[in-house]
């Protein structure tokens, strides 16, 4: 998987993976992570768009890379999304690029942060 | 700071020092088996790939983890998990916070699985300390070379010891070696079969009969359910037990996961999951069966505090009390 030939071969893979997204949403109401966490990146639909923006070279936030780092990879989205994206697959995929650093963090990027909602108080807390 | 490569290249950097995501002492692997004396040299042999082994250690190390995080800032904390997982010390705090109970526990669980293929004639052996974990984490961090390589490890113990078949005993192992293995190893030939699916297949099966008596709630893991069609076998065993079966709204393939999957990066996240989860599964029962040493694992971190008891199904069918 070092190899460039390797790493363009799935960045083709998940791009078109990703690039059958609807953006309907059906995935949302079953993703475990979302309901806890503070934005999108926590659930299934925003996962996809993110990793798009960073296969085409966006660079993400910490908060961003965190919120994906935090899938389940549990495939409750699967079942529920009409074209039957991977989205664990997908996040997976984004893994195995960023660890060879080909998808890159913004600066300062390499902290891990994951913000989630207390569901009873309505307060926030950082954890690592 | 440590960053999220750091995190991963710590917990992977275990696995490819000490064999295992979290040091452990290697002889609580095989120590269960002893007692029974499990032959060694067969053709089909158990394969546990350690997990439940490893539960009453990841446990002990996610309470440390929760506890820095209740007294810290987010910087010293992260500081601090870098030294958890590197310093030798911290090691065997984590190691000597382990209960022993909680050791016997998982014991029993792998004893009530053994015995049962036993009483029901089926013809295996045992690995011992060659039962090795199976890298599924290194997987699921995307180090696409480093779990090749661990797998190939794996394969090749198996060669040596003459395997043909093995039964394994949870859902994260069962996808890793039977999906994963023949994807990352040239010609791999091993027959992988679930104990469930063995079990579940037998016409007259040697079992503790319940009379009914007992009710609990079926929380299904992921890997089963939706990986791997491991569906009915489950609910036609506790059946057979005369065990009373209470399905959830969102059971079968349409489960919620309980969060364990990433619990040794954020631990925080993983017990909201798991709350989530029980608080659901406690309106229709207060006594849940789990079929997977993870979810047993998450959950049994917030049960207490949810009123629930955790029940792992193995033990249950093997007659045992835990
Ligand atoms: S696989 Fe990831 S995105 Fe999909 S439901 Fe599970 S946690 Fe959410
Ligand atoms: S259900 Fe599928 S198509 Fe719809 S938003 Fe989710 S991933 Fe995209």
Redesign the pocket.
């Known amino acids: 998987m070092n190899s460039k030939a390797d790493s363009s071969n799935l960045v083709y893979m998940l791009s078109r993976e990703a690039g059958k997204c609807l953006y309907c949403g059906f995935?949302e109401a079953?993703?475990?992570?979302?309901p806890l966490g503070l934005h999108r990146g926590y659930?299934?639909r925003g996962?996809v768009a993110l990793v798009l923006e960073a296969l085409r070279g966006y660079k993400l936030s910490n908060e961003v890379i965190s919120s994906l780092y935090s899938?389940?990879?549990?495939?409750?989205?699967?079942v529920k999304c009409p074209v039957s994206i991977d989205?664990?697959g997908l996040?997976r995929g984004f893994k195995v690029l960023y660890s060879i650093g080909f998808v890159k963090g913004a600066p300062k990027s390499d902290q891990v942060v994951v913000r989630i909602r207390r569901r009873k108080y309505g307060i926030y807390k950082a954890i690592s | 700071m440590v960053s999220i490569k750091q995190l991963v290249e710590i917990i992977t950097s275990n696995i490819e020092s000490t064999g295992f995501p979290i040091p452990i002492p290697s002889e609580i692997i095989y120590e269960w088996a002893i007692p029974l004396k499990l032959p060694r040299r067969k053709k089909r042999v158990l394969y546990t790939g350690a997990l439940y082994q490893l539960v009453p250690y990841i446990n002990s190390l996610v309470k440390y983890l929760e506890s820095l995080e209740e007294r810290d800032t987010i910087a010293s904390i992260t500081l601090k998990t870098a030294r958890v997982f590197t310093k030798i010390s911290l090691f065997r705090k984590i190691v000597l916070r382990v209960r022993e109970e909680e050791v016997e526990r998982i014991y029993k669980i792998l004893r009530s699985i053994a015995m049962l293929l036993i009483e029901n004639n089926i013809d295996y052996g045992y690995l011992y300390e060659d039962d090795l974990y199976s890298g599924v984490l290194l997987y699921d961090m995307g180090l696409e070379d480093r779990f090749a390589k661990h797998a190939e490890k794996v394969n090749k113990v198996f060669k040596k010891l003459g395997v043909e078949e093995v039964i394994t005993i949870d859902p994260h192992t069962t996808y890793t070696l039977r999906q994963l293995y023949p994807k990352y190893i040239d010609r791999f030939d091993i027959n992988v079969v679930n104990y469930l699916e063995i079990l579940s297949s037998i016409e007259e099966l040697k079992i503790k009969h319940y009379g009914n008596s007992l009710k609990y709630v079926i929380h299904d893991p992921c890997y089963y359910t939706r990986f791997e069609n491991i569906i009915e076998e489950p609910r036609k065993l506790l059946l057979r037990a005369g065990i009373q079966i209470v399905e959830p709204r969102r059971a079968k393939e349409l489960t919620y996961?309980c969060g364990g999957p990433i619990e040794s990066i954020f631990p925080s996240l993983a017990g909201a999951i798991a709350e989530a989860r029980l608080e659901e599964l406690r309106e229709y029962s207060t006594q849940i069966i789990t079929l997977c040493p993870i979810c047993l694992a998450n959950f049994s971190r917030v049960s207490q505090k949810l009123g629930v008891s955790i029940r792992d199904i193995a033990s249950l069918l093997g007659g045992g009390d835990e």
């Open positions: 995935c079953v993703c475990p992570t979302l659930g299934p996962r899938c389940l990879g549990c495939g409750a989205c699967r989205v664990g996040v | 996961c």
